[in-house]
């Protein structure tokens, strides 16, 4: 018999029914949250891969000075060493127990060096010792084993902060100490390696830590949520800013590598702040409270800085000191906990102050020496783009403090006497460069230090007189088969009629005539029309050939007054003019920048020296001859009693009325380049060797000379010279003179001059003059 259904069976299907349409919408209603989560996710993880993998930030340019290096052998001044470590901070002390600390003795130095990265990682602090004897280097040790070389970290010359004013210094992983990373992963993070970017784990130990203590001492981020929240996010404490660094913080995680997040986090952490700015990494926030870079800092530091992330504001050392210890001692027990720490070390980095910098501005070695950071700023320039520049590089240059100091000092002192004797106010450039190598050590752009305005040494272009007149000699004694030292040149009343009807009569500094002069004689005393005579003979052409193969960069008008130096040039730019001279014809390019390191401690780039031969050897010796001379008895013999018993080389330059005294001078090792005159050109009471030798001398006297002693290379023998014809002579004349001369093909005369149409001028000493020949 059917049974008919009852009112109360239908109940249950029509409520099934309603259930299975409720759970449908749910997963419906699930799907489409999944789907805009996808795409919200996929939107993040664009944002944040853009980023990352993009130019986080614009870092600035770090400039560093020469990394001194020395080897066995090297030659060293233990009196300039001393100098150097006292400018770059170093204190000296009987006996050294901690870094930066240095003693001497008459033939030992012993230096405590800092941990500095010099490229490939941080360098520990090490104990350098350096045996001397007869200035030079006999032995070598580090940490009391022996080594064939050491290095002297550089000085921070400078950080170039880009457009955006932003400061920061950007750490790459390998330059972190270790202990610093141990630390602030067992304070911040220490579940860092295992988590997956968010750690429910460490916001319990967090919470508990945290109850413990009574107060906040642990946070429940992960170090990649608080990457995100300063990279990313806004400080606005919501809800949805919590979701936003959750689902970030697990792409990261997914995207890249530990390491590169802990790198991240390393440089983009906010430290503090420095009124306006706020400082961002432990890079920066190290030279903002301690002066130092992140490799020098104590174990006390170390915590200080970390013990600050937590609060910034209200650990602020300067403003609550005692709050700001106590945070750092905790941190510091933490350490000794976990065995970071002896004993000994713990109790010594307790009882020790905060050891913050006594003032809160945040004075960086900024506009020291500006002139030399344009130079460096330039050549930057044109190996980097600036989107490059702004990637957290590091830049180590051949400057030198020593030099540097000294260059400025000497300008100082010389300049206010000058002004004293004949109250007159002077400006000045200056430039020193090894000769070798090739490196710009120092540059003085103004009589005024750490002035930041024109540059006279790279942006006035001067009428460069007789300066340019070892150009033309050297281009005459290539031609040795026409013209030797001992040649003859004209010395008569010379006049020159442009197309135009100008005439130009060249006259000698003192107005008198000789008749004929040896060639050597000509360029020792600077005389004019002897060098106009010769510079005709030659042919203009083939002088400015000379003159642009020497660096001059721009067209030469060819006339006769080019001869005399018309041609302008900065003194950097006559540095480099005199570079091959001073190289016995090689020419290395003049620069300052030595290397550049990525971030990331890869060499970006690095100078490589390329040797040419601008000139032969033969004809530059002959050169480098007459220019020593023109110290011993020519315009700029003064040298022989202000630099008594030196032997150096230089070139003398007088312009019209006086308005530009210039000396370039040069010994075995350095070449210096000197110009003094008024910026608005008016004529001044110094010549060359009256004025701008006067500040090389003093500069080289306090510097140190390393004699000249050049090798008289092959095909250059000693040649005899009759003074009356010019000529070489194999015979014994009694007006014969001995000169070094390019022997290939040379053809003597056997026979003496017998008749005399005109006398050599050659000055006799007093004994000759009273007793004859």
Known sequence: MAVKPSEDNDIPVVTRSKKYRFMIFCIKLLSICFIILAFYALYLDAKVTAKFEGQRWQVPVQVFGKVETYQIGDNIDLSHLKQSLQLTGYRQVTKVNRAGQFALSKKRAIIYRRAFDFGSGVSDAEILTIDVNSNQVTELYVDNQKSDYIQLEPILIDRLVPENKEDRILVPLQSVPEKLLDTLLLVEDRDFYFHAGVSPLGILRALYQNLRAGRTVQGGSTLTQQLVKNMYLTRSKTIWRKVNEAIMALLLEYRYSKDQLLEAYINEVYLGQHYANGIYGFGLAAEFYFGKSIAQLSDEQMATLIGVIKGPSYYDPWRYAERTKKRRDLVLRLMFEQDSLSKAEFIAA????????????????????PAYLQLVKR????????????????VFTTFSIYSQQLLEQTISEQLNKFAQEKNELLQAAMLVTEIETGEIKALVGGKKSGYAGFNRALNAKRPIGSLIKPAIYLAALERYQQFQLGSLLADEAITFTADNGEIWRPKNYDGKYRGKVMLIDALVQSLNIPTVNLGMALG????????????????????????????????????????????QGQHIQGHVIDK????????????????????????????DYALSKVTQEGTAKSLAWRLKGKKLAGKTGTTNEQRDSWFVGYDAKHLVTTWLGHD???????????????LFANFMKKYGIKNKEVVQPQGVVITKFEQLSGLPTAQKCPTNINFPAINDGIALQYSCS???????????????????N
Do not use: C
């Open 540 to 583: 203009l052409e083939n002088v400015a050939d000379a003159v642009h193969l020497l660096g001059y960069p721009d067209d030469i008008v060819l006339r006769p007054s080019m001869l005399l130096g018309s041609l302008n040039m900065s003194p950097y730019q006559i540095n480099q003019f005199y570079l091959p001279i001073a190289n």
């Open 596 to 623: 550049i390191i990525s971030a990331q401690g890869e060499t970006l780039w690095q100078f490589t020296p390329e040797v040419s031969a601008y000139f032969s050897t033969q004809a530059s010796y002959l050169l």
């Open 379 to 394: 050549e930057l320039t044109g190996i980097l783009s600036a989107d490059e520049q702004e990637s957290g590089i590091r």
């Open 350 to 369: 307790v009882e020790s102050p905060l050891s913050v910098r006594k003032s809160r501005r945040f004075k960086q070695a900024k506009n020291k020496y």
């Open 680 to 694: 608005d050109n008016k004529p001044t009471q110094y010549t060359g060797s009256s004025g701008a030798l006067v």
């Open 754 to 772: 017998e008749t005399v149409d005109k006398k050599i001028d050659k000055k006799k000493s007093w004994f000759e003059k009273l007793f004859g």
